[in-house]
T-cell receptor, first 114, second 113 residues
Framework: GNSVTQMEGPVTLSEEAFLTINCTYT??????LFWYVQYPGEGLQLLLK?????DKGSNKGFEATYRKETTSFHLEKGSVQVSDSAVYFC?????????????FGTGTRLTIIP | EADIYQTPRYLVIGTGKKITLECSQT?????MYWYQQDPGMELHLIHY???????EKGDLSSESTVSRIRTEHFPLTLESARPSHTSQYLC????????????FGPGTRLTVT
């Protein structure tokens, strides 16, 4: 079946540090890949997406590249801010004749210290 | 502004009460979903719908029920709340076509005492 494995948290970084959150996937076919972010007390927001191999999704300084050869979609940011403190979810979706569902990773909690 | 709404945001209720969690979206999306999020953050799909009069059970068994009488409305009902139902409930929607990303509401945090 389809699955997403992401970096165990929690992750704690100092402000302006470089961030990487690893995400790898298993899927039968060619999935679309997503990163969602959940700020405290809120629902999930779509952060970025990539729909085919070698695509790079980017938003708010975050980037992730769809790597088919390593089945990975790692999230990166060059200089994190306190406001980036949140839970980050990697997810995939596959076309399934209208029966598409998202498969989520378990989430990685990120805390940025001033 | 197109959006997805959930009410109430927070609910504390006693055991045995019947509750309905509301979810509405103004984006014209055909597909809607309910997730239960446990304290460890993991998301579990409990119900989904691909249109009016369509409802399906998700990957995690739930004692809740849902209905889809109008495209924009997807309420979730618990006939008799129990402490084990204490959780965060997230509603989402997505268009019929596209790359299958989902758009989430702010969530309802339910506590059953």
């Amino acid at each position: 079946g389809n699955s997403v494995t992401q970096m165990e948290g929690p992750v704690t970084l100092s402000e302006e540090a470089f961030l990487t959150i690893n995400c790898t996937y298993t899927a039968t076919g060619y999935p679309s890949l997503f990163w969602y972010v959940q700020y405290p007390g809120e629902g999930l927001q779509l952060l970025l997406k990539a729909t085919k191999a070698d695509d790079k999704g980017s938003n708010k300084g975050f980037e992730a590249t769809y790597r088919k050869e390593t089945t990975s979609f790692h999230l990166e940011k060059g200089s994190v801010q306190v406001s980036d403190s949140a839970v980050y979810f990697c997810a995939l979706s596959l076309s399934n004749f209208g029966n598409e569902k998202l498969t989520f990773g378990t989430g990685t909690r990120l805390t940025i210290i001033p | 502004e197109a959006d997805i709404y959930q009410t109430p945001r927070y609910l504390v209720i006693g055991t045995g009460k019947k509750i309905t969690l509301e979810c509405s979206q103004t984006m014209g999306h055909d597909k809607m979903y309910w997730y239960q999020q446990d304290p460890g953050m993991e998301l579990h799909l409990i119900h989904y719908s691909y249109g009016v009069n369509s409802t399906e059970k998700g990957d995690l068994s739930s004692e809740s029920t849902v209905s889809r009488i109008r495209t924009e409305h997807f309420p979730l009902t618990l006939e008799s709340a129990r402490p084990s139902h204490t959780s965060q409930y997230l509603c989402a929607s997505s268009p019929l076509a596209g790359y299958y990303e989902q758009y989430f509401g702010p969530g309802t945090r339910l506590t059953v005492t």
